[in-house]
């Protein structure tokens, strides 16, 4: 097992494990919009399938809004 820190948070994953499978793994809603990084690293989403994650990562979960006044 592996810790990892997603959006603040502590969370225990069993590795070998991709970025897109994290994605899953955590419900991510609306995935085809959201944006991750890293390590402070932004991860381009062609790379989602073949980012492994590693032990002691900090993934943040990024979703960019527009609008406003």
């Known amino acids: 097992m592996a810790q990892i820190t997603v959006n603040g948070n502590n969370q225990e994953v069993t590795l070998p ?4 499978q994290l994605i899953t793994l955590n419900q991510v809603a609306n995935p085809e919009m959201v944006s991750v990084q890293i390590n402070d690293n932004f991860i381009e989403r062609e790379k989602f399938g073949s980012t492994q994650i590693y032990d002691g990562d900090i993934i943040d979960f990024l979703y960019f809004m527009g609008g406003g006044r």
């Open 17 to 20: 494990l991709t970025l897109d």
